[in-house]
Structures are given as C-alpha cells and as structure tokens.
Antibody
Framework: EVQLVESGGGLVQPGGSLRLSCAAS????????MNWVRQAPGKGLEWVSY????????YYADSVKGRFTISRDNAKNSLYLQMNSLRAEDTAVYYC?????????????WGQGTLVTVSS | QSALTQTASVSGSPGQSITISCTGT?????????VSWYQQHPGKAPKLMIY???KRPSGVSNRFSGSKSGNTASLTISGLQAEDEADYYC??????????FGEGTKLTVL
C-alpha cells in the first residue's frame, strides 16, 4: 500500500524557516517524480514544487521561487521542502504528492498533509 | 500563472447528473491532454478521480467521467449520491513547466 506521511509543520514567525519531510513507503520511491502542493485555510489547492525521480530536475511556483528548496533522499525514501523567509501567505496545509508514471501532471497519491502556520 | 476558472458551487439531487466546468487558456488546458480532477472531502487529502482529460483510475466509480473541448474541461457525475458531496478541483499542466489548479467547486447533494 502506497503511503506518504508528511511531518515538520508547526508555528513559525514571519521571516523564519521550516523543513518539511515526507516519508514514502509501499513503492519504489526512487522511480517516481514527487511534488509539494499546499492549501491555505479555506482556500484551493496550489502546486508548489516538483522534483524528478533522480532529483536532477526541479521546478517551483513563482510564489515560492528563491525561498523554498525541494530535495529528496532516495536512500531514505524521503522528500523534503526547506522553506525560508516565510510569510503569512505561506500559511497552509502542505501535501506531498506522487505523480502517476508517464503522466506528466497527474497527482496520483497524496499524503495527509502537515500544517504550517506563519504568524507572530 | 492564474488559477483555472471553476464555478464556485453546484448542487443536485440524488440520482441526478451534474457537470462541473474548468476553463483555462491555450497555454494550459487547451494545449495538453493533461487535465486531472480531484475530490476533496472536508479535512481530507484530495483524491484523484480523472486524469489525462478523461481517464478514470482503477477503483473510481464509472459514474465519474471527464471530457474537454478547447480550453474548457468538464467533470460529469451521474447518479449523484450523498457521498459525492465534496469539493472538486481541476488541474492542468501549463507550458511554463508548472501545474495550475482550478479555484474549486463545492458540490452539494440536496
């Protein structure tokens, strides 16, 4: 069974940093492209970042470019999101999501999410 | 990249059919067969319902179907059931190597 479990969320002050993790199990993590998608309270979904299976290709949404860094450790079956210079508008539930193979843009499996609150 | 446009809310009675539309541009919806649809119940993670415009994942009811014409994609749910009440989001790949979601549609089963 595919499982994605996010962790690392919490309360952080504006300008602060946080590192999210996503532990994957039930599949060969190193073979799959992964993403982070967020959802502000009461709002819609927003794609945040993509990383290829090897980690060689990375994309970011304009809203986080230069502040967030996606990475992965295939030996540890883990995906990460380093978030710096956090702003109030980054407050959201952050989901890690696996792409469906050979379908460039289908978020096949999602974790349960971790809440990030940016507030003083 | 602006969010795809969806009707904010739609409603229907049990057994009826409803359609949710998702309008983008020639840079996203209209250029790629990569529209997907997600169902989200309150407090839960999104669930994939339709991918690549009209394909249905294993385990998803055949009451859910997807289509596309030009820059507008549609999700149709037939034989509405109470458990279909949820928020629905469309998503498309965009030519700027990003992915864009719709604003979301709240489905109410009367």
């Amino acid at each position: 069974e595919v499982q994605l479990v996010e962790s690392g969320g919490g309360l952080v002050q504006p300008g602060g940093s946080l590192r999210l993790s996503c532990a994957a199990s039930g599949f060969t993590f190193s073979s799959y492209e992964m993403n982070w998608v967020r959802q502000a309270p009461g709002k819609g979904l927003e794609w945040v970042s993509y990383i290829s299976s090897s980690g060689a290709t990375i994309y970011y949404a304009d809203s986080v470019k230069g502040r967030f860094t996606i990475s992965r450790d295939n030996a540890k079956n883990s995906l990460y999101l380093q978030m710096n210079s956090l702003r109030a508008e980054d407050t959201a539930v952050y989901y890690c999501a696996r792409f469906l193979p050979y379908s460039y843009g289908t978020f096949e499996y999602w974790g349960q999410g971790t809440l990030v609150t940016v507030s003083s | 990249q602006s969010a795809l446009t969806q009707t904010a809310s739609v409603s229907g009675s049990p057994g009826q059919s409803i359609t949710i539309s998702c309008t983008g541009t020639s840079s996203d919806v209209g250029s790629y067969n990569l529209v997907s649809w997600y169902q989200q119940h309150p407090g839960k993670a999104p669930k994939l319902m339709i991918y690549e415009d009209s394909k249905r994942p294993s385990g998803v009811s055949n009451r859910f179907s997807g289509s596309k014409s030009g820059n507008t994609a549609s999700l149709t749910i037939s034989g509405l059931q109470a458990e279909d009440e949820a928020d629905y989001y469309c998503c498309s790949y965009a030519e700027t190597r990003t992915w864009v979601f719709g604003e979301g549609t709240k489905l109410t089963v009367l």
